[in-house]
Structure formats: C-alpha cells, structure tokens
C-alpha cells in the first residue's frame, strides 16, 4: 500500500448522518442509543431530613449578616465623624 491509499478496502463506505436518508420526518425510532442507560433516578430511596439541622444553620445565617450589619453601621457612622 502506498501512502496516499490506505488499506480500507476497494470502496470505502461514506459515513451519513442519523436520519440522512432522505426523510423529512428526522431521525427513526432505534436509529440512536438512548440517551440514558435507565428511566430511574438512581437517588436510593427517599430519607427525610432530621428537624435538628434546621434552627441551626438558621442561626448561623443569621449572626453573620448581623455581624456584617453591625460592621458596616460602624463603618459608615467612623465615615460620618
């Protein structure tokens, strides 16, 4: 085989496109993978919350947008003086 034929075959195939086959009408059933190995979710089943964790990152929310309220009152109240 020279450089300029590779060894392909004697007709090599053109590669068309899903649904190229002169249809309007788009791609056929089966003519692509799904797009999804599976319809589940895959999450494992369902696991309420505990009501604990609720208050205290509430709290937590809370005192670091008092804290930044606080600084920048004092900051504009230093800018004022």
């Known amino acids: 085989m020279s450089a300029s034929h590779p060894a392909s075959g004697p007709e ?4 068309t496109p899903p649904g190229a086959r002169g249809s309007r009408a788009g791609v056929p059933p089966g003519e692509t993978p799904p797009g999804e190995s ?3 979710s895959g999450a494992g089943p369902y696991r309420p919350l505990s009501r604990g964790w609720a208050m205290a990152p509430l709290l937590a929310i809370c005192f670091v947008a008092l804290v930044v309220a606080l600084f920048f009152l004092t900051y504009a109240i230093t800018l004022m003086t």
Not at 12 to 15: E, K
Request: a positive charge.
């Open 12 to 15: 090599p195939r053109l590669w």
């Open 38 to 40: 599976s319809t589940g």
